[in-house]
């Protein structure tokens, strides 16, 4: 069975819970490597690692048969979205390090 970002969404809600915001990209079309951002309050007080240990622990079982060979996560408590939100609305499109290209 194909995997497809909206399988590995459900299954990362299910673990963390129906206020979780997860987004979900095919990054190859191949569907075995992935990009996920995750925002959730679960994810206060814990370090990184231990935020992505809970997102990657629905997945064990396709992680281990290789169906999913890769998933990139950027993961977020809701204050740190809001914070990475307000950040990239001020430095406009593109965000930082975007280069304005002129025509002539």
Known sequence: MPISPQWIKERIVSELGADAVVEVEDTTGTNDHFAARVVSQKFVGLSMVKAH????????????????????????????????????????????????????
Not at 61 to 67: F, K, R
Not at 68 to 89: D, G, V, Y
């Open 53 to 104: 240990q809970l997102v990657y622990a629905p997945l064990k079982d396709v992680l281990a048969t290789g169906e999913l060979h890769a998933l990139a996560l950027k993961t977020f408590t809701p204050e740190q979205w809001a914070r990475a939100s307000i950040e990239t609305q001020q430095e406009g499109p593109g965000g930082a390090g975007a280069q304005k290209v002129s025509q002539s």
